[in-house]
């Protein structure tokens, strides 16, 4: 009780250098935990926390600090670069941070290619991991669908990955991916695949019979 009164009659030590509260965050004692997240979640500040301060509770082993870190990018996130918060969280392993970055992107990536084609080591991670969450990878397919129908350029991107994916021969996902490969080449006709999209209005000519 007495480490935890000297830490909070601190708060203006701890703003210039949050890196303790860092470390007790994930103390195996639950009051001092409890005392470190109370000062970062309320205390320290963003202008103190900064990108760094942010990426790193997101970059903890330990669920609960990770989801602090969570709580406290959306509760920061109109103050913040959009498009580095997303390229920084893209890049973390965790499962739950790439449901989260997902989540982020759906909302807050800005228009255009180099946004998207940013983010490809993203998609790939999500896309061709070895032991797949389904609604994750159909939640990346998805965001890669609606941004190929805006333009030509990003559905040449999205369809690159999404032809890459359907020659991995994955049963489950092939006949979503190639519906969304049907529809960005409905859409922009020019752009190039393995899959290509024939009209039914006419069938193919028969053979000539040997």
Not at 176 to 194: F, G, M, N, S, Y
Request: hydrophobic share 45%; with cysteine; charged share 30%.
């Amino acid at each position: 009780a007495a480490a935890h009164a000297l830490l909070r009659a601190n708060v203006e030590a701890l703003r210039a250098d949050p890196a303790p509260l860092f470390a007790l965050a994930e103390s195996e004692w639950d009051d001092t935990r409890d005392v470190a997240f109370a000062l970062l979640r309320d205390e320290v500040g963003l202008e103190h926390l900064g990108m760094d301060g942010l990426v790193g509770l997101c970059d903890s082993n330990d669920e609960e600090v990770e989801a602090l870190g969570r709580e406290l990018v959306v509760r920061h996130f109109d103050e913040l670069d959009a498009e580095q918060v997303l390229y920084r969280l893209s890049e973390h392993p965790s499962r739950a941070m790439r449901a989260f970055a997902l989540g982020l992107m759906q909302t807050h990536l800005r228009d255009g290619f180099v946004p998207l084609a940013r983010l490809e080591g993203y998609f790939r991670a999500v896309l061709f991991d070895t032991w797949p969450s389904r609604a994750l990878k159909w939640g990346v397919l998805e965001l890669l669908l609606r941004r190929g129908l805006r333009d030509e350029r990003q559905a040449q991107f999205a369809a690159g990955l999404m032809a890459e994916l359907l020659r991995t021969h994955t049963r489950g996902d092939f006949e979503r991916v190639a519906h969304a490969l049907a529809v960005l080449q409905t859409k922009h006709p020019a752009i190039e695949t393995d899959l290509r999209v024939r009209s039914d209005a006419a069938p193919p000519a028969p053979e000539a019979a040997e």
